[in-house]
């Protein structure tokens, strides 16, 4: 009789917030990208660059619902997962202009390098291979290795234009301002890029947001969405839809490293909450005085690196809860009680501020108590 009485227990999630429902992370690739130029890799042996490869340059490549990928059919059940191994040489100096450093005057904006290594899958086959720089820039390697592909995500007409008055005023470019790029004005922008660190002044130099940190190039006409520009706008605008990775991309290979949420792992996935909430508890976070000036509110709530594992290994747990039948639940439950207990964890939200001239600020919530609870609905 017992064993019949559980089938009327339902898994319930109650947020105790005024934020709304529990979203999912943005996928780490998004939008369009266009192939802007090719490079010789200094350290690995063989002959110069294809023309096969060469007329790929001005191909674009998209990560939507679904994957479009050079020479490839469209995938509907593309993703990507951190790649163990450096998928290129950072230090090889023919990237040298996609690691520049933060500009002075951008420095209280931080380092906008991600450099995160990634494996690009069309279900479980490897499509390919790339670095992701930061929100602009991608660089991919040819099958031999032999070669860089430099993608980059395109600026409207506007901020082309916005971009070159910019080199003239620093008399990297003495043209006139244009919506699209000539052989005058890629020059200056390469000249500039040397002069900010960049190794060659390469034909054609990539426009890092930390090469772009401090300029006024982006404008509210300019910048539709956040997925258009990336970083770096430079207009003030609050957003709510942010995520973990955008406030803190260090966390990456921490979170990779959570198992699974599923049927198969739900009772092992409690425990892993549980511990995770301990940590948390044990690492609290702090309130600081905020940058308001930089978008932030007079007092900003720094949590921690545990708090923030905790945070959205809950969301992970009670979307998964909430998608799935109690039926289903319950035979999926193998731990010591007929269910676990409610389970209470602290959830954040975040948030972006695009100030000008200076880049884009991310900021987390206050602490906002949830609770994965098991509710009973019948006898």
Not at 149 to 158: H, N, T, Y
Request: glycine residues 10%; hydrophobic residues 40%.
């Amino acid at each position: 009789m017992q064993q019949i009485s559980i089938l009327w227990f339902v898994f319930a999630i109650s947020v105790i917030s005024s934020g709304g429902s529990i979203q999912a992370d943005d996928p780490m690739l998004q939008g369009e990208y266009g192939l802007v130029t090719l490079r010789r890799a200094s350290d690995v042996a063989g002959g110069g660059i294809g023309e096969d490869i060469a007329g790929l340059i001005g191909s674009t490549v998209k990560f939507g619902k679904k994957l479009e990928w050079l020479g490839q059919p469209d995938c509907d059940t593309w993703s990507v997962e951190n790649s163990r191994d450096n998928v290129v040489n950072i230090s090889d100096p023919m990237l040298s202009d996609t690691q520049i450093s933060p500009a002075e005057t951008a420095a209280l904006g931080g380092d906008k390098r991600l450099n995160i290594n990634l494996n690009l899958l069309c279900g479980n086959r490897r499509v390919s291979t790339l670095l992701k720089v930061d929100q602009r820039i991608l660089v991919v390697p040819t099958a031999s290795g032999t070669e860089y592909m430099i993608f980059e995500r395109p600026m409207s007409g506007g901020e082309t234009s916005k971009f070159q008055q910019q080199l003239r005023s620093m008399k990297f470019y003495s043209g006139p301002a244009a919506e699209i790029w000539n052989d005058a004005s890629l020059s200056g922008l390469s000249s500039f890029a040397e002069s900010r660190g960049a190794q060659y002044r390469f034909l054609r130099a990539a426009i890092t947001e930390n090469l772009l940190g401090g300029l006024a190039v982006f404008g509210e006409d300019d910048c539709p969405d956040v997925q258009s520009c990336g970083r770096g706008q430079g207009y003030q605008q609050q957003l709510s839809a942010g995520s973990v990775l955008e406030y803190r991309p260090g966390l990456n290979n921490r979170l990779r490293e959570l198992q699974p949420v599923s049927e198969e792992t739900l009772t092992q996935s409690v425990t892993t909450l549980s511990l995770l909430v301990i940590d948390a508890s044990a690492n609290p976070g702090r309130w600081v005085q905020g940058n308001v000036a930089l978008g932030a509110e007079l007092q900003e709530y720094e949590p921690t690196d545990e708090e923030l594992l905790a945070a959205e290994y809950g969301d992970r747990l009670a979307d998964f809860v909430s998608s799935k039948d109690a039926v289903d639940l319950v035979e999926a439950w193998d731990g010591e009680a007929l269910l676990p207990f409610p389970m209470e964890y602290f959830r954040f939200d975040y948030r972006h501020a695009d100030v000008m001239g200076s880049g884009r600020y991310f900021y987390a919530s206050k602490p906002v108590k949830a609770v994965i609870n098991v509710v009973a609905t019948g006898h």
